[in-house]
């Protein structure tokens, strides 16, 4: 499923889906552009204290809304001209006609990025509202993926659900509209955000049941407060593990104490992944980091860097 993707993109960049095979573990951070010139600012304090961690990429999300949309090509751009960093834009179907979507695409090669992650979105405003596609859009991720990979040399990731896309009626469809993504050009996909790692490990081997061998990179958030533990199932459509947040219940009066918990669980969590062959992990850094690199030095990741 990889086979049309080049290792090294016009460009310079290396191809995520390559690189996920030949150096994994890789690991990466996840950004979001902001909405304001102080979250800029944190943003870019965020990029440059995580760049001499030497990440396998770093990714820049697609707004749900509208309003930050250019500002992902902006950052990836300019995460691609300012930095010794590989950007990847995510970019979604949302309220876009096939021809924006080609527009974008080409916007994107032109300033440099080849590395794709190709999602179909969510309506905005309430993400569990009715799905309703531009008239003269795609309905679903696969659509997206085959029009990036019409459009020339890019490497496309997709989105994967350890404990299914909340819109999915059974795990079964799930993992089947999932492999329809891979056939349909991704050569790599990244995970919700997941607490638990049998989670992702059922995931991982039901795609492989299928006969699908594309790499799962595990997306991973520490906990650094407790509206995360509370907000879980609406961030990732999955409970929050019980024996878990009963830990975190314990300390829910003393910030530092979640915060440090957070990260000792997050540690533990990639630990398992790793051990079990997850080909990556991928960090859900809320633009700060902090919590990510104190996971990263208490998983010795600059072996794998050096590896890589
Ligand atoms: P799809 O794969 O199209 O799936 C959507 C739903 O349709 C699923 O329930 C699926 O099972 C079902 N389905 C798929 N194909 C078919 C078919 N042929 N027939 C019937 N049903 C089908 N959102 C953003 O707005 N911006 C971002 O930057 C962003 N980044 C993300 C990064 C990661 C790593 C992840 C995991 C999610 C991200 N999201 C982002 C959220 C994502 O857009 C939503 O979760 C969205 O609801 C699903 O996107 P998808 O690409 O998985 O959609």
Not at 51 to 73: K, M
Not at 145 to 168: K, N, Q, T
Request: aromatic fraction near 8%; include cysteine.
């Amino acid at each position: 499923m990889a086979l049309g993707t080049p290792s090294v993109m016009p460009g310079g960049d290396p191809a995520i889906g390559r690189l996920v095979r030949v150096a994994a573990p890789t690991f990466s951070f996840e950004f979001f552009p902001p909405k304001t010139e102080r979250g800029n600012e944190l943003l870019w304090q965020a990029i440059r204290e995580l760049e001499p961690l030497h990440p396998s990429f770093v990714s820049v999300t697609y707004g749900a809304g509208g309003s930050t949309r250019g500002r992902t090509v902006e950052i990836t751009e300019r995460i691609a001209t300012e930095t010794t960093l590989t950007p990847m834009a995510h970019l979604t179907a949302v309220n876009h006609s096939v021809a924006e979507l080609r527009n974008l695409v080409g916007r994107l090669a032109e300033a440099g990025v080849r590395n794709l992650l190709a999602l179909r979105g969510d309506p905005p405003g309430d993400p569990m509202g009715e799905w309703v596609r531009h008239p003269q859009g795609v309905d679903y991720a696969a659509d997206l993926v085959r029009l990036i990979r019409e459009a020339g040399d890019f490497s496309v990731g997709v989105a994967a659900f350890p404990y299914r896309h909340p819109r999915s009626p059974d795990v079964a469809s799930d993992t089947e509209y999932f492999i329809d993504k891979c056939r349909a050009g991704a050569d790599f996909a990244i995970t919700q955000m997941f607490f638990d790692a049998d989670d992702y490990f059922r995931l991982r081997d039901r795609v492989a049941a299928a006969g699908c061998d594309v790499p799962i990179l595990a997306g991973i958030m520490p906990v650094t407060r407790m509206s995360t533990v509370e907000r879980s199932e609406q961030m990732s459509g999955a409970p929050f593990p019980p024996a878990l947040a009963a830990e975190f219940e314990r300390v829910a009066d003393d910030p530092e104490a979640v915060r440090q918990l957070g990260v000792e669980q997050a540690s533990r969590l990639c630990e398992r992944l790793l051990a079990g062959g997850a080909p990556g992990i991928h960090f859900y850094t809320l633009n700060r980091s902090t919590a990510t690199r104190e996971v990263w030095h208490n998983l010795a990741l600059p072996t794998v860097a050096a590896g890589g």
